[in-house]
């Protein structure tokens, strides 16, 4: 089976600028993460969705950032506008209900600079 | 609030050697615990996934346990190999599940020595 894809691997733009990332869960897993993991850090959940309702978004800066999921599939994760505290990697996952494990997609490595 | 706290935060072994990495939890009420490893500039790998019925697991040379009472995890890895280099990430799923949230620890960053 594929994996949970994601897109671009890296970004590097100038503060203030806007950056949008993209996520494909595995097929047939209804629940959808996007974490967010600062160097030397372990991952801190951004944004749950399942299927395309967002179930918990209390971490998530709603000043700058925003996150859909279109027809419970694909989801994208968008910062508007960028600062330097929010390079770092952010990380999708998908999990399945059958037994909670997490799937991680590779990340995009985001540089503010 | 759960935390998840993983000691040491760095270990270097020569090849060959059997090593352990330890996680522990504060609160014991957990759905499940998933250790990973992450490669440098790279996402994270499922390694084993115990539920919080289970005690252990085991996949080739990784074996995981789980003593939900003492709120602590171990990753035993077998016969290293320069591989094996990486950070070793421990994660707890709290509660029933519902949540969907996973706790992590900081992860052990361990290098094997040819």
């Known amino acids: 089976e594929a994996g949970v894809v994601q897109s671009p691997r890296y970004k590097i733009i100038e503060k203030k600028q806007p950056v949008a990332f993209w996520c494909n869960p595995i097929?047939?897993?209804?629940?959808l993460y996007w974490y967010r993991q600062n160097l030397g850090q372990g991952p801190e959940l951004l944004i749950r969705?399942?299927?395309?309702?967002?179930?918990?978004d209390s971490q998530l800066p709603k000043d700058r950032f925003s996150a859909e999921r279109l027809k419970g599939v694909d989801s994208t994760l968008k910062i508007q506008p960028a600062e330097l505290g929010d390079s770092a990697v952010y990380l999708c996952?998908?999990?399945?209900?059958?037994?909670?494990?997490?799937?991680f997609g590779s990340g995009t490595r985001l540089t503010v600079v | 609030k759960q935390e998840v706290t993983q000691i040491p935060a760095a270990l270097s072994v020569p090849e060959g050697e059997n090593l352990v990495l330890n996680c522990s939890f504060t609160?014991?009420?957990?759905?499940?615990l998933q250790w990973f490893r992450q490669d440098p500039g790279k996402g994270l790998t499922s390694l084993l996934l115990?539920?919080?019925?289970?005690r252990e697991q085991t996949s080739g040379r990784l074996n995981a346990s789980l003593d939900k009472s003492s709120g602590r995890s171990t990753l035993y890895i077998a016969a290293s190999q320069p591989g094996d280099s990486a950070t070793y990430l421990c994660?707890?799923?709290?509660?029933?599940?519902?949540?969907?949230?996973?706790?992590f620890g900081q992860g052990t960053t361990l290098q094997v020595k040819p």
């Open positions: 609160d014991s009420a957990i759905y499940n």
């Open positions: 969705y399942e299927n395309e309702e967002a179930v918990d």
């Open positions: 996952a998908s999990s399945s209900t059958a037994n909670y494990g997490y799937t």
């Open positions: 097929s047939g897993h209804n629940t």
């Open positions: 994660a707890v799923r709290p509660g029933s599940g519902n949540t969907g949230k996973l706790i």
């Open positions: 115990i539920q919080s019925s289970q």
